[in-house]
């Protein structure tokens, strides 16, 4: 509402982040503990950032630097779109010099607020995990994608929510108001691995979309003007404007309720079959055993590699999660390496042996999952034809087989 010209649009526009997937499906999942209490710190830091950007009142100043000291011991994403965000705010409603000299000594005092965790991990480390941290974090080819197909929201039917983002954007380009589309693009730009969660500019964009073009082309129901309404008269009385509405917020919920229909939604629990497995291989392997994690799935979903080193308490060689802090270089050639080993998720032995032989991976054991959150077999089964393959190498033995899948020891040459 600080920023959007009517609370109409302010409704509309949490109706909107209410619906859109990635506005909380990566903020359940997993690292979504800390993810989702640093985005409210950083819309917290971001409101107060308006408010005194527009007041010059100290205590929205002093605010703005408590929460987002506050967002950034939450979550260093969280940190990193804050500071994008109050960027965008200062050249929106700053803009002087004074301001300027203000927001450099707020930024102090919300550093300071973070410095529990940022000192320490120094302290330990030097500056170095996060000058690799942030450089997996820019990939210009993504923000590229992302911003001309529109198609990252993860809508489970039709992308009706994206393509109202995309009109609303253009509306607001064409009447010169740049502050939310400069919003959206430049946290892609900056940080677009993270970007298509922080769904709260594209939000906005839809709430203009909705009133500002679609409901104003309703002759009785036009523009919302009166700013304290938060149902304008002219949307009340027109029943097709009240249809069109309806019919929105029931796509919505059926497309949040949904959200997890989609192939690469992280809305999935590892299964516990899956977890039994890895306890077996924590309780049985060998210490010094280390793993090839073989599901046929992006990495990005792929929780049988992520939570592999933590319940198998084994080293996963090709797992990406933990390759930011080795830097960018050493981030993109584990990820290579594991998109090569999954296409072995659709061969057969003879294609795990290449790989290991490609990425001197030696002699490694293997766990392949019976199934996975990105299982795309008609059967539901994750990579039978690999399984019945190892099985019958002679490179490889069964050491383990449950409903959550087998285990594979390597043979030793006799």
């Known amino acids: 509402r600080e920023i959007l010209p009517t609370r109409f649009q302010a409704l509309l526009t949490t109706w909107a982040f209410a619906f859109l997937p990635r506005a909380f499906d990566w903020l359940v999942a997993g690292g979504g503990v800390t993810r989702s209490l640093g985005l409210l710190l950083a819309f917290m830091a971001i409101l107060e950032g308006v408010r005194f950007y527009r007041t010059r009142r100290g205590r929205h100043g002093v605010g703005m630097a408590l929460f987002a000291g506050l967002a950034a011991l939450s979550h260093p994403g969280a940190a990193l779109f804050t500071g994008i965000s109050l960027f965008v705010m200062f050249l929106a409603f700053g803009r002087t010099w004074r301001a300027l000299r203000d927001s450099t000594a707020l930024a102090a005092l919300a550093a300071l607020i973070a410095s529990p965790w940022w000192l320490s991990v120094v302290a330990v480390h030097g500056p170095d995990p996060f000058l690799s941290g942030g450089q997996t ?3 210009l080819g993504v923000t590229f994608q992302h911003l001309t197909t529109f198609t990252f929201t993860d809508e489970p039917y039709t992308t009706f929510l994206a393509a109202a983002g995309l009109v609303g954007l253009a509306y607001a380009v064409a009447r010169g108001r740049y502050l939310l589309p400069a919003w959206l693009v430049l946290v892609f730009v900056i940080d677009p691995r993270s970007a298509t969660a922080l769904m709260l500019p594209l939000a906005m964009l839809i709430a203009i979309a909705v009133d500002e073009v679609l409901l104003a082309a309703i002759p009785r129901a036009g523009v919302a003007t009166d700013g304290d309404l938060f149902w304008p008269p002219g949307v009340v009385r027109d029943r097709f404007a009240r249809v069109l509405l309806g019919m929105g917020l029931i796509l919505g919920v059926v497309g949040g309720v949904q959200a997890r229909g989609v192939i690469a939604s992280p809305l999935h629990a590892l299964a516990g079959e899956n977890r039994a497995v890895m306890a077996w291989i924590r309780d049985n392997a060998p210490p010094t055993a280390e793993f090839l994690v073989v599901t046929g799935s992006d990495w990005f979903v792929d929780a049988d590699a992520e939570w592999f080193p933590v319940l198998a308490a084994h080293r996963s060689l090709n797992t990406v999660q933990g390759f930011e802090w080795f830097g960018r270089g050493a981030w993109i050639e584990q990820a290579v390496r594991n998109d090569a080993l999954q296409e072995c ?70």
Not at 362 to 380: D, H, K, R
Not at 396 to 413: D, K
């Open 345 to 414: 998720g659709y061969g057969t032995a003879a294609c795990v042996r290449e790989w290991a032989e490609q990425w001197d991976a030696g002699a490694s054991w293997i766990y392949v999952p019976a199934a996975t959150i990105q299982t795309l077999s008609p059967t539901g089964e994750c990579c039978a034809g690999l399984r019945a393959s190892l099985a019958a190498s002679s490179d490889y033995e069964v050491a383990f087989e449950g409903e959550g899948g087998t285990v594979y020891r390597p043979v030793a040459p006799s």
């Open 137 to 139: 974090s820019t990939d």
